[in-house]
């Protein structure tokens, strides 16, 4: 009759106990050196990148706020008329306060301000290059998937093919694309719209290898050609969640636009450039304000619509 300890543990179970906690002594060990050779590489890569920085980040740190201290409207209501080009009192002639000179006339008096039009491009920029970068993504996720293409060699292109396209930083490519279209929104919608294609046809083709294959095991077995499989059999299923990912994506896209707008690709990244450059407060926070007013409202509208197609049921507790 085996004999318990103290414990309430035979000599077979203590030899057991003892031997799981020399295993999380040793888990723990590990993870305590872990976690100190990561925070020495950080701070090999802080000096490092210290070092690198031509300001000395650590010495001129004191002053991270001397820059918002200094760089201020003459009174807050300019930020309001450069937002809406309205005249200021305080002209002179300069381009600092030429508001009204950016208007872009509709119809008679009737204008839309100089940075509400230069949103509304980079938007449209945006929208038209997740609209381009979907549909392609859509069509050749299926070839990268190894749940419905048996092809090696096929699956390989593609996603290779998805690897190199966003590969490259969009402003990179942007900065390659206009010297060759020229200045202007039409580099910015190739650059946006290939790396979209890269980024949303990886996550397309995850998420086709993670789909339910029984309605495809169903429609080989009556006969259903590859075309009908993706059409009837995965198509209902993963398209939720290939409208959610495109919603995302045309957030970070908004974002991307702005970004390249500072290489010429049009837009209010170029104005924003311009106007912190000449170091013009007011159109800068101007400008500042309606981009955080644009991500905020893209993003609620995202959320609405993908409550609207994926079911409410789904955001809900418990649901």
Same mark, same amino acid.
């Given at each position: 009759?085996?004999?318990?300890?103290?414990?309430?543990?035979?000599? +077979?179970?203590?030899?057991?106990?003892?031997?799981?906690?020399?295993?999380?002594?040793?888990?723990?060990?590990?993870?305590i050196?872990?976690? +100190? !050779?990561?925070?020495?590489?950080?701070?090999?890569?802080?000096?490092?990148?210290?070092?690198?920085?031509?300001?000395? %980040? @650590?010495?001129?740190?004191?002053?991270? %706020?001397?820059?918002?201290?200094?760089?201020?409207?003459?009174?807050?209501? /300019?930020?309001?008329?450069?937002?809406?080009?309205?005249?200021?009192?305080?002209?002179?002639?300069?381009?600092?306060?030429?508001? /009204?000179?950016?208007?872009?006339?509709? #119809?008679?008096?009737?204008?839309?301000?100089?940075y @509400?039009?230069?949103?509304?491009?980079? #938007?449209? #920029?945006a929208?038209?290059?997740?609209?381009?970068?979907?549909?392609?993504? @859509?069509?050749?996720?299926?070839?990268?998937?190894?749940?419905?293409?048996?092809?090696?060699?096929?699956?390989?292109?593609?996603?290779?093919?998805?690897?190199?396209?966003?590969?490259?930083?969009?402003?990179?490519?942007?900065?390659?694309?206009?010297?060759?279209?020229?200045?202007?929104?039409?580099?910015?919608?190739?650059?946006?719209?290939?790396?979209?294609?890269?980024?949303?046809?990886?996550? @397309? &083709?995850?998420?086709?290898?993670?789909?339910?294959?029984?309605?495809?095991?169903?429609?080989? !077995?009556?006969?259903?050609?590859?075309?009908?499989?993706?059409r009837?059999?995965?198509?209902?299923?993963?398209?939720?969640? &290939?409208?959610?990912?495109?919603?995302?994506?045309?957030?970070?896209?908004?974002?991307?636009?702005?970004?390249?707008?500072?290489?010429?690709?049009?837009? #209010?990244?170029?104005?924003?450039?311009?106007s912190?450059?000449?170091?013009?407060?007011?159109?800068?926070?101007?400008? $500042?304000?309606?981009?955080?007013?644009?991500v905020?409202? $893209?993003?609620?509208?995202s959320?609405?619509?993908?409550?609207?197609?994926?079911?409410?049921?789904?955001?809900?507790?418990?649901?």
């Open positions: 009759m085996a004999t318990l300890d103290q414990g309430g543990l035979t000599d +077979a179970g203590r030899v057991v106990h003892d031997h799981y906690r020399a295993l999380v002594r040793t888990r723990r060990v590990y993870t050196l872990s976690l +100190a !050779a990561l925070l020495a590489v950080l701070l090999g890569a802080l000096w490092f990148a210290n070092a690198a920085n031509s300001g000395k %980040f @650590f010495e001129r740190l004191p002053y991270f %706020f001397d820059f918002f201290i200094h760089f201020q409207p003459d009174d807050a209501m /300019e930020i309001v008329r450069a937002l809406f080009d309205l005249p200021s009192p305080h002209a002179d002639g300069s381009f600092k306060y030429d508001y /009204e000179v950016g208007r872009v006339y509709l #119809i008679g008096d009737l204008y839309l301000p100089e @509400f039009y230069q949103m509304l491009v980079t #938007i449209n #920029i929208v038209v290059s997740t609209l381009m970068g979907f549909v392609l993504a @859509f069509g050749l996720c299926f070839f990268a998937a190894s749940n419905i293409t048996g092809s090696r060699l096929v699956r390989f292109a593609a996603r290779r093919g998805f690897e190199v396209l966003r590969a490259f930083p969009e402003i990179v490519v942007a900065g390659m694309l206009v010297a060759i279209l020229s200045i202007g929104p039409i580099a910015a919608i190739a650059a946006v719209a290939l790396h979209t294609v890269g980024a949303l046809g990886k996550l @397309f &083709f995850e998420v086709v290898e993670n789909a339910d294959m029984k309605p495809d095991e169903g429609l080989r !077995a009556v006969g259903g050609s590859w075309l009908e499989r993706v009837y059999g995965l198509v209902p299923q993963v398209m939720p969640n &290939f409208i959610s990912y495109a919603l995302l994506r045309t957030e970070i896209n908004v974002r991307a636009s702005t970004i390249i707008g500072a290489v010429g690709s049009g837009g #209010i990244g170029e104005v924003f450039r311009l912190i450059g000449r170091d013009h407060a007011a159109k800068t926070y101007a400008i $500042i304000i309606l981009l955080f007013v644009t905020v409202s $893209i993003d609620w509208l959320g609405y619509l993908r409550k609207r197609l994926v079911g409410q049921s789904a955001f809900q507790f418990g649901g």
